[in-house]
DNA sequence: CGTATCCTTGATTCGCTTCAACATTAGTGG
DNA sequence: CCACTAATGTTGAAGCGAATCAAGGATACG
């Protein structure tokens, strides 16, 4: 009966503790000490749960909090009236997602779960409150969302000037060097997206996406099984990405 | 004599009161009181002249500040080894720069002058000093950091799913539109920047610049005389940016 | 006033998209 | 648990849009 009880409010929320939680030195707290890191354990209080597909926020929502991930994946998406979509983003654990909702108090921007996955909410106002006290926190932030800016940027980099092997070969680089700051696998992991959400990512038709790995896969560079992934040869990978670069 | 003297403090450093700033209304100081404004007056007390083609800072470069464009127009870099650059942003007055450095301590880009120009410089260390004072400043700041990443997505979806007149179309209107909000002609304007840099931005090369600049005006949508631009049919670009969403 | 920079325009090439058919996997209900 | 169906992924052939190559022209700057 405990059991059941329990079950109810994990659909919906459940305690949460930065200072317990194995992603810290990943995620907003790092560099807190252990008086800053209660403060936050009181902040960030609620859970919440996302079966895959289920939408986080949408477009239009009013912003209140910023997410991080504690378990699973997302991706972010633009969407147009005609239902065609740019994914601007995945996240995986510790990373932070609803930045884009600050400026104009209102989401931008889709989330959606790419497998079940689990969130803990940061209540916005709270935060810029507590960040008001707590200067390692405040600066923390702030370069959490730098951070994405200089994503952001890299993004526009890949999508502005390199061709189709080389986005793939950088997107599958990044996955891996994240992965691996994750304790997992740096040359073997489960892609949680579809072809089209890596096409739409990356700017190109899941066509290209798909023939871009069966010829990585020729050349011995990774075997890929759909979505299961091998990098075979991390150098020649990053030897196309850079093969723009050299001369 | 006052007047050299004068001078000599021009070129490096000038008192700077964002309390007679007419960029108030558009820049960090948004919805600040007279108080708060004059305590931003103390921070925010140095500005810089830059000469056109001058760099406001390197990829590199420690992080120890932001700007505010007072005058003038800059644009941000991505430069790689081999000197082909990617232009992350065209900034104009009252936009902030060099926010990507927060993340790292480091400039990940370089900021260069478009034409002779000055910026407002704002000590990081004490603007987030202010911040924890000053909660409508921090409120703002944060704004404008998640303006910076609303704008690098719609740039993603421009870059990742638009066609090149499109993304031209996309180009000249969102100018237009940030003319208008500084209080100039939406309709005429002269670009700061050259058909290279534009084409950088869009992810184009300079020739197909050219060209959608020449088709745009055998349309009639607009007339152009090298940099200096002339709308005729704002409706008309709006046509062409939402086509590829129209059915 | 001369020279370097920037811009325009044309012809050709190339890479990605589009269209199409089929294979495989995952998900669902009987 | 299996059968069926929808979703996802692969591969080939043809078409198209932007890049590349190339030459000439306009403009701005020292």
């Known amino acids: 009966m405990a059991s059941t009880a329990r079950l109810t409010v994990l659909s919906e929320g459940l305690k949460t503790a930065c200072s317990q939680c194995n992603l810290q030195e990943l995620c907003l707290p790092i560099g807190l000490s252990n008086n800053d890191l209660a403060q936050l354990d009181e902040l960030v209080s609620v859970r919440k749960r996302l079966k895959r597909h289920q939408h986080l926020y949408r477009t239009g929502d009013p912003f209140e909090a910023i997410y991080a991930v504690r378990a699973g994946s997302f991706k972010t998406s633009i969407v147009q009236e ?5 994914v601007t983003g995945f996240q995986m654990t510790s990373e932070i997602l609803g930045l ?3 400026s104009a108090e209102t989401h931008t921007c889709d989330a959606e779960a ?3 996955s689990e969130v803990c909410v940061i209540p916005f106002a709270k935060l810029e409150e507590l960040s008001r006290q707590v200067e390692p926190l405040q600066h923390q ?4 969302m730098s951070r994405e800016i200089v994503r952001d940027h890299s993004v526009m980099m ?3 000037s390199m061709r189709a092997e080389e986005r793939l070969a950088a997107f599958l680089l990044n996955l891996s060097q994240r992965f691996t700051a994750r304790g997992f696998s740096h040359t073997e992991f489960h892609l949680r997206m579809t072809r089209e959400e890596i096409g739409s990512y990356l700017g190109l038709k899941l066509e290209t996406v798909s023939r871009a790995f069966s010829r990585f896969q020729e050349r011995g560079l990774i075997s890929v099984q759909q979505k299961h992934i091998h990098i075979l040869d991390i ?3 990053h030897a196309i990405v850079s093969q723009h670069t050299a001369l």
Do not use: A, C, T, W
């Open 158 to 160: 890949l999508l502005g």
């Open 141 to 144: 932030f702030h370069k959490v």
């Open 82 to 86: 005609d239902g065609r979509e740019q």
């Open 114 to 116: 790419l497998e079940d």
């Open 235 to 237: 150098d020649g990978l």
């Open 100 to 102: 884009d909702g600050i």
